[in-house]
């Protein structure tokens, strides 16, 4: 596949989904990023890198709650299923381990080296091992709140769909998608193709929005105001498509708010996303 389009509608989606994503000042929010989850390392009662799986990103972050557990949020992290990592969004552990939630950080196996269809499979198989890792002791597992940014959200979604009416050792009591992809098609004609390597057929095939059925758990989907308008749309489609198949569904488009600021604004517990989200644990937790 060429570099990025020139022309056509293939260059209206790099735009959307690439080079119009992109801020000045990603540069230095990624710093702080890096500063904030350091800072969260020696603060938190927390291990790393443990082990769900035999490859070699198949590891998380465990937080642990701060007093009695109510739950444990699992969080994916964004990179275009082709990049990042979990260390530098251990930032956003703190807002919740307050909340009495553990936070589990998942890295999964990442394209080319994998296709998506077992990206998303080998991030299904840190649920079991995050759970058991969470319940220690406790005569019972505790409910989980699937979580994720970006291509993380999408991983979020493929869990709770695939999960939806079945008997799980963890009840997967909600989902917090955070400015996710859910119709994979507008990628197939961008640079991010080289590496995700889908056509029309598997794009629809991982796009969760064309799978969505009853029985799912309540979701809140949250996008910045300040992203490309494909973003937007993105969560605002997957917000109406969840409730049209019968499941409870929240959108938050956040003023002021693009890409990564956004996660900014999730950690911040003074912001209207915060607020948002707490609201979600209160629901389906307690």
């Given at each position: 596949?060429?570099?990025?389009?020139?022309?056509?509608?293939?260059?209206?989606?790099?735009?959307?989904?690439?080079?119009?994503?992109?801020?000045?000042?990603?540069?230095?929010l990624f710093a702080e990023f890096e500063a904030r989850s350091a800072a969260a390392v020696q603060t938190e009662d927390c291990q790393l890198d443990l082990g769900y799986g035999p490859g070699p990103r198949q590891a998380f972050d465990f937080f642990a709650a701060i007093g009695q557990p109510r739950g444990t949020l699992v969080?994916?992290?964004?990179g275009y299923w082709q990049s990042r990592d979990k260390a530098p969004f251990r930032f956003i552990a703190p807002a919740f381990t307050r909340l009495g939630l553990n936070v589990a950080l998942v890295n999964y196996p990442l394209c080319p080296s994998v296709s998506l269809g077992p990206l998303v499979e080998a991030a299904s198989a840190a649920i079991?091992?995050?759970?058991?890792?969470?319940?220690?002791s406790a005569p019972g597992p505790l409910p989980i709140i699937l979580s994720g940014h970006s291509a993380g959200g999408?991983?979020?979604?493929?869990?709770?769909?695939?999960r939806a009416g079945r008997p799980q050792e963890a009840a997967i009591a909600g989902v917090l998608a955070l400015s996710g992809v859910y119709d994979l098609a507008p990628l197939v004609?961008?640079?991010?193709?080289?590496?995700?390597?889908?056509?029309?057929a598997s794009a629809c095939a991982?796009?969760?929005?064309?799978?969505?059925?009853?029985?799912?758990p309540p979701a809140l989907f949250a996008v910045g105001q300040d992203e490309t308008p494909a973003f937007v749309e993105q969560s605002r489609r997957m917000y109406e498509g969840w409730r049209q198949a019968g499941n409870e569904a929240e959108l938050e488009v956040t003023p002021g708010a693009d890409h990564f600021s956004l996660l900014q604004q999730l950690a911040a517990t003074d912001s209207a996303l915060y607020r948002r989200a707490t609201g979600l644990?209160?629901?389906?937790?307690?």
């Open positions: 596949m060429s570099a990025t389009p020139s022309s056509g509608p293939d260059a209206d989606a790099e735009f959307q989904y690439v080079a119009g994503q992109a801020r000045p000042a990603f540069t230095a969080y994916f992290h964004a079991g091992p995050v759970a058991a890792h969470a319940r220690g999408h991983i979020a979604i493929e869990l709770a769909l695939e004609g961008t640079s991010l193709n080289r590496n995700l390597m889908l056509d029309g991982h796009s969760p929005l064309h799978r969505l059925k009853p029985g799912c644990f209160d629901t389906v937790l307690d």
